[in-house]
Nanobody
Framework: QVQLVESGGGLVQLGGSLRLSCVGS????????MAWYRQTPGKQRELVAG?????TTKYADFVKGRFTISRGDNTAYLQMNNLNPDDTGVYYC?????????????WGLGTQVTVSS
């Protein structure tokens, strides 16, 4: 069974930066796709950024070049720059054995990101 643990969230001011980390355990995630999702107040969970096992990346439009996703075999990272209050929410790590898709299978419990104005 895959377990994902997120860390790196916290309180940051407008324009600040955070780096989120996700560590997977249980099995090797080398062939898995990994992604970051978020749930902001009043909205459904949405994709922030994804990265395939081949290191192809995809970003949500609202990222606008501010965020960068990267990964290792069992880790995923989300570098978030120029944060604004709309980025406040719980950020979740996702891993999918398909390798080229995300949004299914394994989820972490999330890490809270709060951006103050």
């Amino acid at each position: 069974q895959v377990q994902l643990v997120e860390s790196g969230g916290g309180l940051v001011q407008l324009g600040g930066s955070l780096r989120l980390s996700c560590v997977g355990s249980g099995i090797s995630l080398r062939t898995y796709a990994m992604a970051w999702y978020r749930q902001t107040p009043g909205k459904q969970r949405e994709l922030v950024a994804g990265i395939t096992s081949g290191r192809t990346t995809k970003y949500a439009d609202f990222v606008k070049g501010r965020f960068t996703i990267s990964r290792g075999d069992n880790t995923a990272y989300l570098q978030m720059n120029n944060l604004n209050p709309d980025d406040t929410g719980v950020y979740y790590c996702n891993a999918d054995p398909d390798g080229s898709r995300w949004g299914y299978y394994f989820w972490g419990l999330g890490t809270q990101v709060t951006v103050s104005s």
